[in-house]
Each structure stands twice: as structure tokens, then as C-alpha cells.
């Protein structure tokens, strides 16, 4: 499997600062935008500190708060040898329409870079859409911006929320890292930790979800043109999001079990 590779200047930068961790459980996280990251810095931090954050769905401005791994000494080596580093994947086409639904038409692009201002002034993204047709002709506009960008950098630098997962292998190919499903966190987190936590059951379905109701299906907005596109755009992603479904399917119960990428690679 081919890996994209980060940044000449992320490249410089020791691979364990891009894992989050706390101190009380030798934990290691790779954070994906739109990757379940909202869920596992929440759980993070009731581990850490034996309370939920009072505002769960503004945990992210609690990044610096987060220790990362390389501030307690730790190698790519050592990351590679520990039980509980891991980093979370998810469906291409799941985590293009959470983009959509959270930071384009939902009230999260106002708290967001300037994206969804650029799409409907340039574009002609609907703001009011409020029908599966025009869900998904907006969602085309949104893709088809995502793939000029990604090429040639129009309008916008290229931004975590859409650059593709397949990018940060820079980091989770080094290490090694554990590989959990966000369609499947509840249970592949407690498969990961119950051996160092465990009333992980307990604590997990307090946790609230990051959810994006549009009012209308998702099935019914992401038609097979979109979904052939989004893809596409993706194509590395979907490699590896596969190839982890995979490797859980074969029955994994134990955190020894759980796939690291280089086994499904």
C-alpha cells in the first residue's frame, strides 16, 4: 500500500508529538479530524482527570491542555511497542458528509474556517438547503471543491477536516499504531482498554456523541455519483478503512488482537 507523506516541516518534527496522551494511563492517540476525536479526547479527559469536561463538544480547545508523547520521552520505537497507541479510521464517504453536515451547512461553520462562505459566494452552495436534491447538489459542489484544492491548493490551503486520513501515515506508519474503526469506536475502545480500565463499560455510554441531524437521510443524499466521487478523492483512505473492517471481522476480542497498520498494510 502506497503512503502519502507529510509536510517537509512535519517531517523535521519528532512523530510522537503528533500523539496525544495523558498521564495516568499510558495511552497514545493520533487525532484525525472528523475521525471520532471529539469522543476520544472527552474520554481522555474523564480518564485523566475523573470528570467529564464540562463542555464536551468544545474539548478541542483543551489541545494544549494534552500532553503528547514526545514531552514524557518516548520514541517511535518505544510507541511501537506498547499496547494502547492507536489512531481511529473511518469511511471516506461517513467522515466527507460529517464535514458536510458539521462545518458547511451546520452551525459549526461558525466556528469554522471561512469554507462555507467561499462555497456559496463562489460556488453557488445552497446555505438553506433543506431537501435530499439539494443536499446532494451541494455535497457535489463541496467534493468537486475538496479535489481542486487538494491538487492545487485553490482558494484555501488544504485544511485536516478535508485532507485525506492516508495523509498523516507519516506518523502512524512509524509508530505503528493500533488501528480502531469510528463506525464501531464503542466497542473497539473497550476491546483496546479494558485491560488498564476496567470500567471502560461503565464510562463510554456517558460520553456524548458528536451528532449532526440534517432532517433528512443521509442514505438519501449520498447518491452513487457522489459516493463513486468521494472515493475516489479518498482512494488511499478507503484502502485502509477497508483493510481494518477486514482485520476486525476476523474476530478480535483481545487488545493482542487488535490490527496495527503495519498488518494491514
Known sequence: MDFQLGTA??????????????????????????CGCTFVKNLMWRLEYGEFYHSPMTIHDQDGVFPRAVDLGLTEEQVRAEDY?????????????????EKVIGEGW?????????????????????TPRQHTENCLILSKWIRANLKDKIDLEPEAHWTPQNYRSFVFVPTDLKVLLVSQMTEHMSVLLKPIVPDIDDIIPQLERNRSPLGVMKKDILTEELRQDVNDIY??????????????????????????ISDIS
Open 85 to 101: 497507541a492507536f489512531m481511529a479510521v473511518r469511511k471516506p464517504v461517513d467522515r466527507f458528509f460529517s464535514l458536510y453536515a
Open 235 to 260: 482512494r488511499r483512505d478507503w484502502k485502509i478503512f477497508f483493510a481494518a473492517k477486514q482485520a476486525w471481522a476476523k474476530g478480535v476480542t483481545t487488545n493482542a488482537d487488535i490490527p496495527r
Open 110 to 130: 461558525k466556528r469554522y474556517i471561512p469554507l462555507r462562505q467561499l462555497l456559496v459566494d463562489q460556488y453557488g452552495l445552497n446555505p438553506a438547503a433543506n
Open 9 to 34: 516541516a512535519e517531517e523535521i518534527l519528532p512523530k510522537t508529538q503528533k500523539l496525544f496522551t495523558i498521564t495516568r494511563y499510558p495511552i497514545r492517540y493520533m487525532v484525525t479530524p472528523k
